[in-house]
């Protein structure tokens, strides 16, 4: 069975402060690591698609890294507007996803 | 990108009434669609996958009976709560992908369902 987890909980950064995720997973038959972003009471907003160890993906102030065993979602002087809980997920040769907890990020102005 | 479109995004019903959801791809053919509930503070735990024309796929511990889905034709699925009870109450999720476009899937925004 697929498994994901992601650390920490929770993080509270100050605006500027720079931090990173994690997302650990094993999984048979990796086709993707998937980052998404959610914010309250709304679905989950593609941030990245990861296929291979050693692939990185960046996007404004994020950046995404893949290792065989884990993904880090680096958030580089953050802002406010990038407080959301970051989910991690990975896909199946089915196409189906296993979502980590997620981690929920607030960064103080 | 691609959209796909949720409704309704918020419903509140009594108990032992139905509750159908449905989800739209708007701009591209869905050939798979999932759908997810998420409680609060929690992931996204997946209910079920169907692929058009045919039946759906469910998880493990998630009651067929209960939570119908239908997947009739390549832009849209509807889940069905049947009887709800306030124990169903909990933001339902979908999500669909075009094999063709790749492994990216796209989400609604969800319905958040509340039991009385």
């Known amino acids: 069975e697929d498994q994901v987890t992601q650390s920490p909980e929770a993080l509270r950064l100050q605006e500027g402060e720079s931090s990173s995720l994690n997302c650990s997973y094993t999984v048979s038959g990796l086709r993707g690591l998937f980052w998404y972003r959610q914010d309250p009471g709304k679905g989950p907003e593609f941030l990245f698609t990861l296929y291979s160890a050693g692939e990185e993906k960046e996007k404004e102030r994020l950046k995404a890294t893949l290792t065989k065993k884990e993904s880090f979602l680096h958030i580089t002087a953050p802002k406010p507007e990038d407080s959301a809980t970051y989910l991690c997920?990975?896909?199946?040769?089915?196409?189906?996803?296993?979502f980590g907890a997620g981690t929920t990020v607030t960064v103080r102005a | 990108g691609a959209v796909v479109s949720q409704h309704p995004s918020r419903v509140i019903c009594k108990s032992g009434t139905s509750v159908k959801i449905e989800c739209r791809s708007l701009d591209f053919q869905a050939t798979t669609m999932f759908w997810y509930r998420q409680f609060p503070k929690q992931s996204l735990m997946l209910m079920a996958t169907?692929?058009?024309?045919?039946?759906?796929?469910?998880e493990q511990g998630v009651e067929k009976d209960k939570f119908l889905i239908n997947h009739a034709s390549l832009t849209l699925s509807t889940l069905t709560v049947t009887s709800a009870h306030p124990e169903d109450s909990s933001f339902y999720i979908c999500?669909?992908?075009?094999?063709?476009?790749?492994?990216?899937?796209?989400f609604g925004s969800g319905t958040q369902l509340s039991v009385l």
């Open positions: 997920a990975v896909q199946d040769d089915d196409y189906k996803l296993s």
């Open positions: 999500s669909a992908a075009n094999r063709g476009r790749g492994e990216k899937l796209f």
């Open positions: 169907s692929n058009e024309g045919s039946k759906a796929t469910y």
